[in-house]
Nanobody
Framework: QVQLVESGGGLVQPGGSLGLSCEAS????????IAWFRQAPGKEREGVSC????????RYADSVKGRFTISRDNAKSMIFLQMNSLEAEDTAVYYC???????????????????WGQGTQVTVSS
């Protein structure tokens, strides 16, 4: 059984940090393009960061560049998102997503990804 389970969300003050984790059970992680998305109330789901399966290159949304870092541990089937200098605008439900098909280059199109976690809430507020 394949399953993605996110954890690490919570309430943090502006300027603080949080580390999200995604346990990818049943996946051979290095075969997949992986991504983190987020969705704030009343807004569309947006891509935050991703790693291409083809060349391991990372990509970040302009809004998080320099503040967020994506990584993965293939041996442990874990995906991480380290979030620093958090802002109120980062408040959202965060999702990890995986896809094995395609040319291996990651994208911020949600429709590209087949596998999704259930999400973890991140709230940035004083």
């Amino acid at each position: 059984q394949v399953q993605l389970v996110e954890s690490g969300g919570g309430l943090v003050q502006p300027g603080g940090s949080l580390g999200l984790s995604c346990e990818a059970s049943g996946f051979t992680l290095d075969r997949y393009t992986i991504a983190w998305f987020r969705q704030a109330p009343g807004k569309e789901r947006e891509g935050v960061s991703c790693i291409s399966r083809s060349d391991d290159k990372t990509r970040y949304a302009d809004s998080v560049k320099g503040r967020f870092t994506i990584s993965r541990d293939n041996a442990k089937s874990m995906i991480f998102l380290q979030m620093n200098s958090l802002e109120a605008e980062d408040t959202a439900v965060y999702y990890c997503a995986l896809e094995i098909m395609g040319n291996g280059r990651c994208t911020f199109q949600p429709s590209f990804y087949t596998y999704w976690g259930q999400g973890t809430q991140v709230t940035v507020s004083s």
